[in-house]
């Protein structure tokens, strides 16, 4: 469809351990975002990137980093998983002035 | 205050009824405005643009009033498969202008 795929797609992992999420793109757009969904809170961006080594931050950043060095590529890492990280990670790209276009999403869990 | 916010519902219908869902947002420079579906387990997906003059996609009607801050979907015949949720959205001009999410509104329609 529109050339963006997250993976993986659901992961498990332990309290304290690092996790990187990958978003990738095929159509060369300059911006993208990642957010998380979680119930009552509906999506909120984490951080979002306007150019290759070019991010900041957005209203959850606290506990995440990223990482953009290739157009295609935009990382999100947790450095040190907790639970309330738990939740569902989509990462997006901004096709102009529609809005934007989502991947699939990734399911995390922290146990 | 939220920066967007809907009536989270759900909104239970039969089948053929029309459904409206109302939107606010809090931030008077907003420039673009979206409404955006999302299926269970699924990624958004954009439904349409919203504009001043008020747009229409078939069975679906959006609205927008600048003054009151006010953004409104209608949904005319319903069918089943419009079952899903509807997020409000609205595009912030900080934050590399990304796209600020309401919680949703969920609606079910019944046979």
């Known amino acids: 469809d529109a050339g963006i795929t997250q993976s993986p797609r659901h992961k498990v992992t332990e309290t304290g351990t690092p996790v990187t999420l990958r978003c990738h793109q095929t159509?060369?757009?300059?911006?993208m975002y990642w957010y998380r969904q979680d119930p009552g809170h509906g999506l909120r961006l984490i951080h979002y990137s306007y150019g290759v080594k070019d991010t900041d931050k957005g209203e959850v950043s606290d506990g995440y980093s990223v990482s953009r060095s290739k157009t295609e590529d935009f990382l999100l890492t947790l450095e040190s998983a907790t639970s309330s990280q738990t939740s569902v990670y989509f990462c997006a790209i901004s096709k102009g002035g529609d809005g934007y276009t989502f991947g699939s999403g990734t399911r995390l869990t922290v146990v | 205050r939220k920066e967007v916010e809907q009536d989270p519902g759900p909104f239970n219908v039969p089948e053929g009824a029309t459904v409206a869902f109302n939107c606010t947002y809090s931030?008077?420079?907003?420039?673009?405005f979206f409404w955006y579906r999302q299926d269970c387990r699924k990624e958004p997906k954009l439904l349409m643009s919203?504009?001043?003059s008020g747009n229409e996609d078939g069975r679906f009607t959006a609205q927008l009033n600048r003054a009151s801050q006010y953004i409104s979907l209608l949904i005319r015949d319903s069918k089943l498969s419009d079952s899903a949720t509807y997020l409000c959205?609205?595009?912030?001009?900080?934050?590399?202008?990304?796209?600020?999410f309401g919680k949703g509104t969920t609606l079910s329609v019944s046979s």
């Open positions: 931030n008077s420079a907003s420039q673009s």
């Open positions: 959205v609205v595009r912030s001009e900080q934050a590399g202008t990304a796209l600020i």
């Open positions: 919203v504009y001043s």
């Open positions: 159509e060369n757009h300059r911006y």
